[in-house]
């Protein structure tokens, strides 16, 4: 709290509850700078010294600072249930002050938290995404591919309709909650005269029960599409799609966080006062209660959807690894039969000079071709090279191009 993103949102408060809600949004989004470029020099960095390895040891070094992670995380909670408890038990107001600048201070160390988690998630994913890559058999992702610049756009927009899933639980288990409430304070005189206990059990069955039927189909999308993707599209789409969701991802998880985080430091500094153009505002006036609407926007976003995010990222992944070796050969047939609808016939040809040392102990230097990744003789690559000019140039079909390239053990396309 003071710090001055916390106090542009504070200011913005003081013209109402719109303003508060387009200040918080801005910091969050300033607050992906930092982060992404120091993410990507970690990652450039750790590359340059080790190649994909050093990126895959630059993540297990961020994850092993999971206990801190915990510690860190676990304290924001921990002081806001304090302070719960305290109001609740009707303790002197300083301990309820007290217990607001530790979860203030929660708030801030959470953020930071959640900023490792989906750092790691980015470098974790980079690794996998590796190892993808080469247990399917792809060379390189070719975005000048039209269904591979569709799948980055479709990987783009997974993490936005996760969180709007998200979000849209938080939303539906409030309104449940909300009702319940009401049908108690109707039902249940003098609850809030502290004469009659509430029903603590129903309200706590809700959230849990939503929490569990409502991610459903977050989980869903995330375990599904990977696959659906995989086997109709072939593994090199799949991979557009995989950097699409780690690209968007990580952005929506810092920004979510980070503003969420903000909205509530904002709301918790009215509880001690805060000067707007020189006039002091405190709890329950107007100012107060924009800021109030902020945090309870903010709340599913550092909570539920920023969190939510490094869980996408990993798991969507994991499971895109899990399937390579099943896509990577009907990924190629299936890549082919397009182009042979296409009328397309691409042979991969490679000159090769390989050297050794005969008996004599002289250095012998030998060309040696290779046509689709099978090793041929210079006359065999001849032959073939031909043969694809004919097919090119239309003097040879398509299946006297295919049973020629099949005489000589390899494909035309």
Not at 122 to 127: D, E, G, K, P, V
Not at 144 to 153: C, D, E, R, S
Not at 209 to 223: C, N, Q, T, V
Not at 336 to 358: A, L, P
Request: charged share 20%; with cysteine; net charge negative.
């Amino acid at each position: 709290m003071g710090k001055a993103p916390v106090m542009s949102i504070i200011q913005q408060s003081s013209t109402g509850h719109a303003t508060n809600i387009i200040g918080g949004l801005s910091v969050g989004m300033k607050s992906t700078v930092i982060p992404i470029l120091t993410l990507a020099g970690g990652i450039m960095a750790s590359y340059y010294f080790a190649g994909l390895y050093g990126v895959a040891i630059a993540a297990a070094g961020m994850m092993a600072t999971t206990a801190m992670q915990l510690a860190i995380d676990a304290f924001g909670p921990i002081a806001d249930n304090a302070g719960g408890i305290a109001e609740m038990s009707q303790l002197p107001p300083e301990v309820r002050e007290r217990t607001d600048n530790l979860d203030a201070v929660g708030n801030t160390t959470a953020a930071t938290g959640k900023g490792f988690a989906i750092a790691s998630a980015a470098l974790t994913s980079l690794a996998l995404f590796a190892a993808f890559v080469g247990i399917a058999g792809i060379d390189a992702i070719d975005i000048y591919k039209a269904p591979v610049l569709a799948g980055l756009f479709v990987g783009g927009m997974i993490p936005f309709i996760f969180s709007a899933l998200c979000i849209q639980a938080v939303g539906k288990a409030a309104m449940d909650m909300v009702q319940e409430v009401r049908r108690q304070f109707r039902e249940i005189p003098g609850i809030m005269e502290y004469k009659a206990k509430p029903e603590y059990e129903k309200c706590v069955a809700i959230s849990t029960k939503a929490s569990i039927r409502e991610m459903m189909l977050p989980g869903a999308i995330a375990l599904i599409t990977p696959i659906i993707i995989g086997f109709i599209f072939g593994p090199e789409v799949l991979g557009g799609l995989l950097a699409g969701v780690t690209v968007s991802g990580v952005l929506m998880g810092i920004f979510q966080s980070n503003a969420g985080g903000a909205w509530d430091n904002a709301k918790k500094s009215f509880e001690k006062g805060v000067m707007i153009n020189g006039e002091m505002f405190y709890k329950k006036s107007e100012p107060h209660k924009a800021s109030v609407t902020g945090d309870t926007v903010g709340d599913p976003f550092k909570d539920t959807s920023g969190p939510s995010m490094n869980i996408l990222i990993k798991l969507m992944s994991i499971v895109s690894l899990v399937i390579a070796p099943y896509i990577s050969v009907v990924g190629n047939e299936k890549a082919d039969g397009m182009d042979m609808m296409h009328g397309k016939h691409e042979m991969r040809m490679e000159m090769k000079i390989m050297k050794s040392i005969d008996s004599l102990g002289n250095e012998v230097t030998d060309t040696v071709c290779i046509v689709n990744g099978k090793e041929m003789s210079k006359a065999e690559c001849a032959e073939m090279d031909e043969c694809k000019k004919a097919c090119e140039s239309g003097e040879m079909s398509k299946e006297e191009c295919e049973k020629k390239c099949a005489e000589k053990g390899t494909s035309c396309h």
